[in-house]
């Protein structure tokens, strides 16, 4: 009878399946590759790829030429990580922006108070600027207060590299800076130049919204009554919107606008009662909140002999119909769409001009009742 070894006899390995076999990692090239392609420090890289304007521009583009043929892409993780390291010390070190105006839009704000709106954006805008642990400074340009060249002057000894410029009226359509030294982003004044990233209420919204919302309320002869220099300062989006409103209607519910000059509105209270007359209107929609003062001027009652739907209610008038303007968010998202180029060194003005516009709200009110088919008893 035979005895065993007491040994285990090894299992034969099975032979290798290619099917099995982890592939081989891809490779991820780093700044250091491409710095020691290029022939430069890792820090340049990083700048380079940032577009700082502390890399010379062929530099910068010798660079990208690498970071193209290595087919180099950024680290989310890393970026998530490297963000949330910047949150962290972000209280730590004090940024400035500027918040330009100009001296021949101070209608629009009145004395940072009333029932004008570039209060409100500026309160979306610091909020904002606080938040990132920035400041946000005032500064006034036109007459009787700075030049463009001698802002240029104070922007760059105070370090201040991101400017939001906010409202400027229409006789301004250029403001010289240097922008190649500046993260720049407008607040409305589409027809300023340079042509800068914006954020702007949209207005041609607010509008449509206004004529769908008064006609559903019973009112068919809807009359827009605006400024002309707000017409060009908004890229005539009210009289747009009322247009694109206006072409699915009947010739006989369409109401000309009237657009008055700056100038002329000593005789609008006469202008408004003339246009009222002949066109027969039943509701007006307007952005001028100090029509309130002329209809009584006119002898008008609201809602009695016209309605009327305000395209820009303030906080002040939660009683009247209209479109509310969401003027702080406005500022805030200019605000943090320029902390995010500061952040990245996108200076100067940009090869393709971009727009964020926000929506309004409709606020029912008793200017604006609703009536079927009500008719204008003004005569």
């Not at 090239?29 to 940032?50: C, E, F, M, N, Q």
């Not at 209060?119 to 006034?140: C, M, N, Q, S």
Request: charged share 20%; aromatic share 6%; net charge positive.
């Amino acid at each position: 009878m035979s005895k065993a070894s007491g040994r285990t006899a090894k299992a034969p390995r099975p032979a290798a399946d290619s099917a099995t076999t982890p592939a081989p990692k891809k490779k991820y090239h780093t700044l250091a590759d491409i710095a020691a392609k290029a022939g430069v420090h890792v820090t340049t890289v990083s700048l380079a790829l940032r577009e700082h304007p502390s890399i010379p521009p062929a530099t910068r583009a010798r660079i990208r030429a690498v970071a193209n043929e290595f087919g180099y892409q950024r680290d989310p993780l890393l970026d998530a990580l490297n963000f949330h390291r910047a949150r962290q010390t972000q209280q730590a070190r004090s940024v400035s922006s500027a918040f330009v105006v100009h001296a021949g839009a101070s209608r629009l704000f009145g004395g940072f108070g009333g029932n004008h709106y570039q209060p409100l954006v500026y309160e979306g805008a610091k909020a904002a600027a606080e938040a990132r642990g920035h400041t946000l400074d005032i500064f006034v340009v036109g007459h009787g207060h700075l030049a463009p060249a001698r802002l240029n002057t104070i922007l760059a000894a105070r370090g201040i590299t991101g400017v939001l410029l906010s409202t400027f009226e229409i006789d301004i359509e250029q403001l010289d800076l240097d922008w190649g030294q500046f993260c720049a982003v407008k607040i409305e004044c589409t027809h300023l130049s340079p042509h800068l990233d914006a954020v702007s209420n949209d207005q041609l919204q607010v509008a449509r919204l206004a004529m769908r919302r008064l006609r559903k309320l019973g009112y068919r002869r809807i009359g827009l009554a605006t400024a002309r220099e707000d017409q060009t300062r908004l890229a005539e989006s009210f009289g747009m919107g009322v247009l694109l409103e206006q072409a699915s209607l009947p010739e006989a519910e369409c109401v000309p606008p009237l657009i008055f000059n700056l100038a002329d509105v000593p005789m609008l209270p006469r202008l408004i009662a003339e246009w009222m007359r002949e066109h027969r209107v039943d509701v007006i929609i307007s952005n001028w909140n100090e029509l309130f003062d002329m209809f009584a001027t006119a002898g008008i009652r609201l809602p009695q002999d016209v309605a009327f739907a305000c395209l820009d209610v303030p906080p002040s008038m939660s009683h009247v119909a209209g479109v509310v303007q969401n003027h702080r968010l406005v500022g805030k998202r200019a605000m943090e769409q320029l902390a995010i180029m500061t952040d990245a060194y996108q200076r100067g003005v940009p090869e393709a001009q971009t727009i964020t516009y926000i929506p309004g709200y409709w606020q029912d009110g008793v200017t604006a009742p609703g009536r079927p088919h009500h008719q204008s008893t003004w005569a």
